[in-house]
T-cell receptor, first 113, second 114 residues
Framework: GDSVTQMEGPVTLSEEAFLTINCTYT??????LFWYVQYPGEGLQLLLK?????DKGSNKGFEATYRKETTSFHLEKGSVQVSDSAVYFC????????????FGGGTRLMVKP | DAGVIQSPRHEVTEMGQEVTLRCKPI?????LFWYRQTMMRGLELLIY????????DSGMPEDRFSAKMPNASFSTLKIQPSEPRDSAVYFC????????????FGPGTRLTVT
């Protein structure tokens, strides 16, 4: 079945540091890929998405590129802020399986001033 | 728009009691999802409705769990009887259409069963 694997956290960075959170997936066909963010005490929010190979999703300074050859969708940000502290979830939607999302385990990011 | 509304936000109950979690999706959305989040198992999809009809309930852990969607603006997730291992955060999410990308999540209900 479909699966998503993320790097385990927590990831602790200083403000303005470069962020990479790794995500790889296993799926049949050509899934759509997503990053969701969960701030403390809140539900998940869509951060960015990519629907086909080589697409780059971007939002709020975060980027991720859909790499079919390596089945990866790594999240990056050039300069993190304290307000980016949250849990980040990588997810896929198998276009052959309706609207259900398969989530990775989540990676907690802590940014220190 | 108020977003997805869930109640209660926190629930503490004793083992064996019935628990009912409630969700109001975003107006106009016709797909609704119930998820459970735990440290051990991460985020799991429990059940998915489209146009008020359950489409996939394969994630429902056992017969103690049941979900209903009597109309487009309301859904419940019931656990009877509850057990300590049901302690988790339960999220409801909604979206428009079967093949849309974004699910909008509610703030979740933190359930503690003692």
């Amino acid at each position: 079945g479909d699966s998503v694997t993320q790097m385990e956290g927590p990831v602790t960075l200083s403000e303005e540091a470069f962020l990479t959170i790794n995500c790889t997936y296993t799926a049949t066909g050509y899934p759509s890929l997503f990053w969701y963010v969960q701030y403390p005490g809140e539900g998940l929010q869509l951060l960015l998405k990519a629907t086909k190979a080589d697409d780059k999703g971007s939002n709020k300074g975060f980027e991720a590129t859909y790499r079919k050859e390596t089945t990866s969708f790594h999240l990056e940000k050039g300069s993190v802020q304290v307000s980016d502290s949250a849990v980040y979830f990588c997810a896929l939607r198998n276009n052959n399986a309706g609207n259900m999302l398969t989530f990775g385990g989540g990676t907690r990011l802590m940014v220190k001033p | 728009d108020a977003g997805v509304i869930q109640s209660p936000r926190h629930e503490v109950t004793e083992m064996g009691q019935e628990v009912t979690l409630r969700c109001k999706p975003i107006s106009g959305h016709n797909s609704l999802f119930w998820y459970r989040q735990t440290m051990m198992r991460g985020l799991e999809l429990l059940i998915y409705f489209n146009n008020n009809v359950p489409i996939d309930d394969s994630g429902m852990p056992e017969d103690r769990f049941s979900a209903k969607m009597p109309n487009a603006s309301f859904s419940t997730l019931k656990i009877q009887p509850s057990e300590p291992r049901d302690s988790a955060v339960y999220f409801c999410a909604s979206s428009w259409g079967i093949r849309t990308y974004e699910q909008y999540f509610g703030p979740g209900t933190r359930l503690t069963v003692t």
